[in-house]
């Protein structure tokens, strides 16, 4: 992928916004930078994760309690720490802060659970087209400043539903959507959600991984400057 911002970011969805909110932005450490109206009943509360964004979803009506994604632990590196501090949210999200280094995690990390390595590693190398770094733990692929560490489990889920809470979701901002999901379609990826403009703020689709974890493709107007798909 050409990256219009060189790291991705992360979304989850809630119902519980006044815990989660305490949450990030005290215990966590994560500061708010806006608010996203996105449509009737659904909040998008944006944090910033050093240049990448936590996307705190808040849905008015009661989620669905489908299965978890294959997104199991979100690692925040922080300058000064001896040794990894592993926190839960209130939903049960799992998120550790970690010495600035660690597993090669120097912004943000994502551990992704896997069922088949080999085919995760074609999908994040060639479909998204990441480079491939070193990691003990199984494969690590890296856009930008941020890192999705893929660890191999025979009980990661597959096909979980993007309606549910928890991690639901990586973002990664592009150029040309319409480009890079037609090319990430020919190279392996499904399709979950053909490209579409949403307003004046980013035309977007969804793609998903081998196991049929969410990932979205966004060219978002304030970061490229036109939403035009051609």
């Known amino acids: ?3 219009a911002k060189p790291r991705f970011d992360i979304g989850l969805a809630t119902n519980a916004l006044d815990p989660m909110l305490a949450f990030w932005q005290g215990e966590a450490g994560v500061p708010f930078d806006h608010l996203l109206k996105v449509r009737r009943g659904m909040d998008q509360h944006r944090h910033d994760l050093m240049g990448s964004v936590l996307k705190i979803n808040h ?3 009661p989620l669905p309690r489908t299965p978890p994604s294959g997104y199991r632990e979100l690692l925040i590196a922080r300058e000064g720490l001896a040794e990894p501090r592993a926190l839960t949210d209130p939903d049960g999200n799992r998120v550790s802060l970690v010495p600035k280094g660690q597993d090669g995690v120097t912004q943000i990390g994502v551990r992704l659970a896997v069922r088949d ?10 479909a998204l087209g990441l480079p491939e770094e070193p990691y003990a733990g199984g494969a690590a692929f890296r ?7 893929l660890e191999q489990s025979a009980d990661a889920p597959e096909d979980a539903p993007f309606e549910g809470p928890g991690w639901r ?11 890079e999901h037609a090319r990430i379609l020919e190279l392996g990826g499904r399709e979950a959600v053909a490209p579409r403009t949403l307003g004046t703020t980013a ?3 969804m793609v998903k991984d081998p196991d049929g974890n969410w990932i979205e493709i966004s060219q978002r107007a304030s970061i490229t400057g036109s939403l035009d798909p051609n």
Request: no cysteine; hydrophobic share 50%; glycine share 6%.
């Open 203 to 205: 035309r977007i689709s």
């Open 1 to 3: 992928m050409h990256l």
């Open 59 to 61: 849905l008015a009506d």
């Open 169 to 179: 979701y990586l973002t990664f901002q592009v150029f040309k959507v319409d480009a």
């Open 117 to 126: 390595l080999a085919a995760h590693r074609r999908f994040y190398g060639e």
């Open 143 to 149: 856009a930008g400043e941020s890192l999705v560490l």
